[in-house]
């Protein structure tokens, strides 16, 4: 069940606003904007977050596809669980033999069937389009605020790829942990759950935490052409600095390892057992590589393991009951949650992690060994990170305390020399 989560920011309600369900169905209503900071968008992107107003219908029980599988499309194939849309691979833009050069998107000609058609050569979005990106990984498409990717800040992962993090304190839906089985992060359109990074090695729920590993490898080629399958295709551009391998989809190839539950398959996801579903069920991984950086094919696809239907509607027609969750975090929910800090010693930018989206604003303090307060922020509600600017700090042995209503927890931080 996707949980509610409502914040707002200027005047625009943000995340999830209500989650309704029926006897089959569950409907999430979302404006589509998070609480984390959206952009800068520094390709020169001049759309900008806004408001959606959506709502969408899912199957309490999605069915697996039988025969051939639907491929996934342009816009929205799943919601996140603050609301915000999931694309696939692309962004729109696939090469023309015509012209030689990339047709489809702005400021290039239309591809040859119009938008929609299937090209030879489809451009991926992560690769092609991340200087665009913020620093949760996410952009706009005409006010449609979406990701392609594993939804966490870029400059968590352990080898940063995009700077634009630097530009200011940002956030993500949540932190990849290699030590927790990753929290739901949402729902693809087929229906089937989506996960993070990292899971139970073996489907039936047990084995290390270990990172799910696409089942996709960049091909062995210098020309692009033939696709994978053998098939003979219009030609592509030659492999180069310019189009550099994993520039387009068509680049990987699946490889299957049938001795390794760590592998996923081609659609991108296992049956397994998960916390939220212990019986089991069939579920999609957001992939990265040993750096923590995204992973064709990212999220869902390139095809649906089940049944695909547009899960948008305009309304809802038939009796439901709205969910209603806890307000406040318990004790027990307190103490298993994971809060981490770090660098830790830090020099300037300390980052307090939460392991899940808060739902109760976290109050968090640094005090010196006198009981001096120094510096105060906070992790607002729906959100699972927040930072401290620790260069005025002199170097030394520093108490956080984390507060959320009557609970308190203490990190012990030490703040190395300039």
Known sequence: MVGKLSYNRNGVLVNCQSVQYSANNVYVSTRGIPSYPTGPFQDGNPSQATDQNAIFKFPLNPQVQTGTNTSTTGGDIGVFINGVALFDYRDGV??????????GG???PPCPGGPGANQAWSRDAVVAERVGFDCAKGHPAMGNYHHHQNPSAFNLDLVVISNVCNLYAADGLYVIDSTQHSPLLGFAYDGFPIYGAYAYHDTDGTGAITRMKSGYELRNITVRTHHADGTDVDD???????????????DYEFVSHPNDQSYLDEHN??????????????AYFCTVD???NSAYPYAVGPTFMGVY??????????????????????????NTLSIKTYPNPVTDLLAVQVGTLVKEDMQLALYDITGKLIKETRINKGQSIAYMNMETVYAGSYLLKVTVGNNVATKAIIVSSK
């Open 269 to 282: 996801g296992r049956f397994c057992r998960t916390p939220e579903y212990p019986n089991g069920t069939y």
């Open 236 to 250: 592509g551009p030659a492999v180069s600095a310019t189009y550099p391998l994993g520039i387009f989809r068509e």
């Open 106 to 108: 702005p400021g290039n």
């Open 309 to 334: 239907a547009n899960r948008k509607v305009t309304s809802i027609t038939e009796t439901v009951t709205t969910y209603v969750p806890t307000t406040s975090i318990s004790e027990s929910e307190f």
């Open 94 to 103: 696939a090469w023309s033999t015509k012209t030689n050069s990339y047709c």
């Open 290 to 292: 040993v750096n923590h």
